[in-house]
């Protein structure tokens, strides 16, 4: 054979050929990107919408860069390597502190609790009465303060009916409103020197005679009222100068004819004529004080149990989400919905 035959070349592989398109796709991934001229750059860093970014970012970079802490920390658990759900979305929690008091809290159960909005650090709880002890105030009103490690409450309040649900008055950060079992609307007031109410409704066809569960201070600083709501489906509007008879009063009926048990209310921020309501049977309503829809609207149906708690979106911006509020229920669940659809937009599932 002829010495001068040409080499034989192998055939390229199917790996060699990937590679040599991963080596071309890199080569075009690390081109560097053009430079924009300099009138361009002008263009951008004039620009409106340039200008609103850097605005806004930059309060944002300079909160980070003055912080210690780690601003980029996951609170959802997504970091922490454990395969187990529950570990692994509790692992970022720890316990801090428990408020209770040796004389005040024992035997009693926590039926309701609120933020002061004047005072962030402070919160109220509610409690029902202590069968241990019948010589004993039934409702008691504790005050915790979170700011500081005392471990006695900042003021305690008690009545003669177990307290089902509390509220700091919003307007007036030194009064405190219960509703109790027996169906009284109590006012307690810190500056006052007496445990005892300062006011209180009267127990009379007027007012409430069932279980109060929902309290709700709505309006203005001007112009306000204290909501509340029994478990036989009677709402009543009060002024806080008087509590002696209520302004309005209205039942909550469904279809005319099945009076709501009421357990949970929320109004949507900025809203005094709109909110939502939770029930013992297990089913949300909306529902309107005045104008030709007032009374019980639209029906929620999801939850299996009781209503133990409702609340509506809170936050105020550029975005509105006023028609959200979540509810929590006996049957173990956390429901997300909207006012816009019937059905739950998220539900969730608690182990305790």
Not at 88 to 100: D, H, I, T, V
Not at 169 to 185: C, D, E, K
Not at 205 to 217: E, L
Request: proline letters at 5%; glycine letters at 6%.
């Amino acid at each position: 054979e002829d010495e001068d035959d040409e080499e034989m070349v192998e055939p390229k592989t199917q790996d060699d050929l990937e590679t040599e398109n991963q080596d071309q796709k890199q080569e075009v991934k690390e081109a560097p990107p053009r430079e924009l001229t300099e009138e361009e750059k002008q263009q951008v860093l004039h620009s409106e919408e340039f200008l609103i970014f850097f605005d806004r970012t930059i309060r944002v970079i300079e909160r980070a860069l003055a912080e210690d802490s780690d601003i980029f920390f996951d609170y959802s658990g997504r970091d922490v390597e454990e395969k187990d759900g529950d570990v692994q979305a509790g692992a970022n929690l720890s316990f801090n502190r428990q408020f209770y008091d040796e004389h005040w809290s024992k035997h009693r159960v926590v039926t309701c609790m609120d933020w002061s909005l004047q005072y962030p650090e402070l919160m109220v709880a509610s409690y029902n009465n202590n069968e241990d002890a019948p010589h004993e105030p039934d409702g008691v009103a504790l005050v915790w303060n979170m700011k500081f490690k005392k471990t006695t409450p900042e003021y305690v309040f008690h009545c003669q009916s177990s307290v089902m649900s509390v509220c700091f008055a919003r307007f007036h950060p030194n009064l405190v409103v219960g509703g109790t079992y027996s169906g009284q609307i109590v006012l307690w007031d810190n500056r006052s020197h007496r445990r005892t109410p300062v006011q209180r409704t009267p127990l009379s066809a007027a007012a409430h005679t069932h279980p109060v569960y929902c309290v709700n201070v709505v309006g203005t600083q001007n112009a306000h009222n204290l909501i509340t709501v029994s478990t036989d489906g009677k709402m009543c509007s009060w002024s806080l100068d008087m509590l002696s008879t209520p302004q309005e009063s209205m039942e909550l009926v469904y279809n005319k004819s099945k009076p709501v048990a009421v357990t949970g209310m929320a109004f949507p921020t900025g809203d005094v004529n709109n909110f939502v309501v939770g029930s013992e049977e297990g089913t949300v309503y909306t529902a309107c004080r005045h104008g030709s829809k007032a009374g019980i609207g639209e029906i929620f149906e999801g939850h299996q149990g009781p209503v133990t708690g409702i609340n509506c979106h809170m936050a105020v911006g550029p975005i509105d989400f006023s028609h959200l509020f979540v509810t929590s229920s006996f049957d173990w669940t956390v429901k997300l919905w909207t006012t816009k659809v019937s059905n739950p937009s998220w539900a969730g599932t608690s182990n305790s």
